[in-house]
Each structure stands twice: as structure tokens, then as C-alpha cells.
């Protein structure tokens, strides 16, 4: 199929990027790498009339250190995170793990971080690691700037808290200490399709046990899910396969999957038991 007519506009930079969204309102729709919202127009189930193609905004292509954080902007694509160098230390290598599972490489070569962040389809993996790390998203508009939590960006399934004048233009993510492990799994029924049931984990071990753990769900509600119960149960404890079951009973309890054809719901649940016990194992053998 083909998709509806549609205006199209091609800015240079942010300033006019954020015009026209202004004048436009829910009428327009940015197009970064493409990956999801093409095939979407083509099955006409979404209908926008302007698109506004933000890949001639060399300005918002970039991968940026700034003190303890790193900057990606919205148009850094998928297989630049891909090489576990393009950031330091354990962050970068959780990165390209994540990377690995978005897509193809074709899709991984064409598609953008930010297009994947904003798009906010609850399987995604850069959605779930966004609430994983507390990052903070920035977004632009006629307003000025603002940062909005990871946590409460998300609303429900293709739901930000983006105004329609606004533009996604940066993720922040907190770099990790070289002493953090993490942990990434994920359950589809091919290579390359989205999740099912997603896991990630990041642990730092002291001598009294796990330090701030953080566990996050993927396809298991309308937006990404911070899996609270189970921090609580690791943190400050010992590792150990009996504590890595009963954190991932507890990550089980923090969800309420809907059922549908890939799954039902007491299915999904089993798989975040499954899953995110297979991550913190891996996170505790990490070098």
C-alpha cells in the first residue's frame, strides 16, 4: 500500500524545525530514521499531513560526554551504539548489547534513537532502557527547553508527554561506574522482531551487598516498566542464585501484561520471571 498525501518540509536546523510544528500542530510529524513511522503511513494507520524530515539537522546528530553524563542526540542511529566504544565503560557495553536487538542492520543503519524514544512503543529496547537509567529527555519547542524524566514521558502505548509544537532533540543517560554490571535479555519469536518480554539489570557489588540495582520491564503494559519490588529485594543483599529467584518473583508481582496473540498474560508473566533471572545471572558473571 501507499500512504495518504502529505505535505513535506525538509529544515536545516532546530529553530526551524521547532516553527513549524508550531504552525502545524497535530497536523505534522517528524520523520528521523523512518523505521516505524513509513510502514505505518503505508498501512494508513497513521495519516499525517506535513512531514517534517529532520536528517538534513546535522546539528542533532551526536554522541556527547558531559561531566558524569552522556548526551545522545535524536538522530544518532542505532548502529553507531552498536560499537560498544562509542561510549565508555559498562554504560557503552549496555548500550551496544541493547543495539544489537533493535531490528536488522538495515534498520539499525537507517533508524535513531531518539525516533525509537519518541515513538514509545513499550517493546522497544531504548524505551526500556530510558526508564532502566532515570534519563532525562529533552525536549524543544516554542516554549523554550525542558527536561522530562524517563519515568513520566511515557503515558500509554505511542504516547508521550511531547507537545505537538515540541521536538525530542536529546536523551541523557547517567555514565556508570567501572564497577557496574548489567544484564540484557529478551524473548521474540524471530531474530530482529520486537520483544515479547524484555529484561534489563544494572547491579554494582560492595562488600554489603548489591548497590543501587535497577531492573526495567519491556513488553509487559502500555509503557516500559521500573520493576521497584525486585530492587527492593536486591538491594543490600548478597548475590546468589536464591536471591536473583525471589528478585525475579517480586519483578513477576510488579506487572499486569495484557494478553494477546503473541501471548497470554500469564505468559508474559512467567517470561519476566524467566528472563530477568537470566539477566541478573548475567549481570553477576559480567567482567
Not at 141 to 151: F, K, L, Q, V, Y
Not at 228 to 256: I, K, N, Y
Request: charged share 20%; glycine share 10%.
Amino acid at each position: 500500500m501507499k500512504p495518504p498525501r502529505f505535505e513535506y518540509r525538509a529544515p536545516s536546523d532546530v529553530e526551524e524545525v521547532v516553527g513549524i510544528l508550531t504552525e502545524v500542530g497535530d497536523e505534522g510529524k517528524v520523520l528521523a530514521g523512518g523505521q516505524s513511522l513509513v510502514p505505518s503511513m503505508n498501512f494508513r494507520l497513521a495519516r499525517p499531513g506535513l512531514l517534517v524530515d529532520i536528517n538534513g539537522v546535522k546539528a542533532l546528530d551526536y554522541i556527547q560526554r558531559s561531566g558524569d553524563r552522556i548526551l545522545i542526540g535524536t538522530l544518532t542511529r542505532h548502529s553507531c551504539l552498536e560499537n560498544a566504544a562509542a561510549v565508555p565503560g559498562p554504560l557503552g557495553r549496555l548500550l551496544a548489547t541493547a543495539a544489537h536487538h533493535v531490528g536488522h542492520m538495515p534498520i539499525r543503519v537507517r533508524g535513531t534513537f531518539g525516533g525509537s524514544v519518541a515513538h514509545a512503543d513499550p517493546a522497544a529496547e531504548w524505551c526500556m532502557v530510558s526508564v532502566l537509567l532515570d534519563a532525562e529527555i529533552i525536549a524543544v519547542g516554542s516554549r523554550g527547553r525542558r527536561t522530562i524524566p524517563a519515568e513520566d514521558f511515557f503515558r500509554t502505548v505511542f504516547t508521550t508527554a511531547l507537545e505537538p509544537y515540541e521536538l525530542l532533540s536529546e536523551v541523557i543517560l547517567p555514565v556508570l561506574p567501572d564497577s557496574a554490571r548489567f544484564g540484557f535479555v529478551e524473548f521474540s519469536r524471530r531474530a530482529g522482531d520486537f520483544a515479547i518480554v524484555a529484561s534489563s539489570v544494572v547491579i554494582d557489588v560492595g562488600s554489603n551487598g548489591i548497590i543501587n540495582p535497577r531492573v526495567a520491564l519491556a513488553g509487559v503494559g502500555g509503557t516500559p516498566v521500573r520493576a521497584r519490588s525486585a530492587e527492593a529485594v536486591l538491594a543490600g543483599s548478597a548475590p546468589s542464585a536464591e536471591l536473583f529467584r525471589a528478585a525475579a518473583d517480586a519483578a513477576a508481582g510488579d506487572v499486569e501484561p495484557m494478553g494477546d496473540i503473541h501471548g497470554s498474560s500469564e505468559y508474559r508473566r512467567h517470561l519476566v520471571r524467566v528472563l530477568t533471572r537470566r539477566a541478573l545471572e548475567r549481570a553477576a558473571s559480567e567482567a
